[in-house]
């Protein structure tokens, strides 16, 4: 409870669905190059299922890497989308390093002690992380991790691990039968919204996601506008968000589930337009 971050973000299934939309809208050329990365054949279903195998290892090797920083951006509530940059000290941040492993994989060159390979497992996860919208804020609070939700909703005993987890299960935890089922929901849209879908950068998506916070979130769940401080640890936190009790109804998580829909779907596409003008 008192980690920075939990062990997955948006565990395993979110990233892999995200990552199964993204396989699907490849160019030829990308997916020619995809699969090049990978050492997989160049069909669909081998580099949708490398792809989405890749799209947890930022996680796994994390705390070997000392890369936890990465994967969010920490936007307090009273923040504006002009304070982004004073938010990502050195690149240490998720909207900063999808931008750089874009760039590294668009040059096709290897950039620092991180292959291509890494660029593009990196690239994956992280265009996934950023649509998590617990990634991109912070009411002192560690990006939802100290307010405790009890009882616990299945395995989330935290308002993060509710988010990264617990609300994209209770939409399907298969993340082939999901991303299946996003897929065919994208097949109705015309290119045009399709393309809408898929538009904006990594500084949009991480605001995106950090107006959605607050107002399907900490408006919704109640949870009081915190100082701007940004503790070490959720014992470093004030006492109102550490001691802070959540109990999360059904209804709520049932209201969520077109949110993280959207989200994952939003995710895959600008996945795929990514790889796309990158590779």
């Known amino acids: 409870m008192l980690l920075a971050k939990p062990a997955f973000c948006w565990w395993e299934t979110g990233h892999q669905v995200v990552a199964r939309i993204a396989a699907a809208h490849l160019t030829p050329t990308a997916r020619t190059r995809v699969a090049r990365i990978l050492n997989v054949p160049d069909n669909p279903d081998a580099i949708a299922n490398a792809l989405a195998a890749a799209s947890t290892w930022a996680d796994e090797t994390k705390k070997d890497t000392n890369t936890g920083s990465w994967h969010y951006i920490d936007l307090a509530i009273q923040d504006k989308k002009s304070d982004m940059l004073e938010r990502c000290k050195d690149n240490n941040c998720v909207t900063a390093r999808i931008r750089l492993f874009a760039l590294q994989l668009s040059s096709h060159t290897p950039s620092g002690p991180s292959s291509e390979l890494d660029a593009l497992r990196y690239l994956v996860h992280f265009v996934g992380d950023i649509h998590q919208p617990l990634h991109a804020i912070s009411d002192a609070d560690l990006g939802g991790n100290c307010e405790h939700?009890?009882?616990?909703?299945?395995?989330?005993?935290?308002?993060?691990?509710?988010?990264?987890?617990?609300?994209?299960?209770?939409?399907?935890?298969?993340?082939?039968?999901?991303?299946?089922?996003?897929?065919?929901?994208?097949?109705?849209?015309?290119?045009?919204?399709?393309?809408?879908?898929?538009?904006?950068?990594?500084?949009?998506?991480?605001?995106?996601?950090?107006?959605?916070?607050?107002?399907?979130?900490?408006?919704?769940?109640?949870?009081?506008?915190?100082?701007?401080?940004?503790?070490?640890?959720?014992?470093?936190?004030?006492?109102?968000?550490?001691?802070?009790?959540?109990?999360?109804?059904?209804?709520?998580?049932?209201?969520?589930?077109?949110?993280?829909?959207?989200?994952l779907t939003k995710a895959g596409m600008r996945l795929a337009r990514m790889l796309n003008e990158s590779l």
Not at 152 to 166: Q, R, S
Not at 178 to 200: I, Q, T
């Open 149 to 263: 939700v009890d009882p616990p909703v299945d395995t989330a005993k935290n308002l993060h691990a509710l988010w990264d987890g617990v609300i994209v299960n209770a939409v399907n935890p298969s993340d082939r039968e999901l991303a299946a089922d996003l897929d065919r929901n994208l097949a109705s849209f015309s290119p045009s919204a399709r393309a809408e879908l898929s538009a904006g950068n990594q500084d949009d998506w991480a605001w995106e996601s950090h107006v959605l916070a607050i107002q399907d979130i900490y408006e919704r769940l109640s949870i009081p506008t915190e100082p701007v401080i940004f503790p070490a640890s959720c014992q470093d936190a004030p006492l109102a968000v550490s001691n802070l009790t959540l109990q999360i109804k059904s209804s709520y998580i049932d209201e969520m589930k077109p949110v993280v829909r959207e989200q």
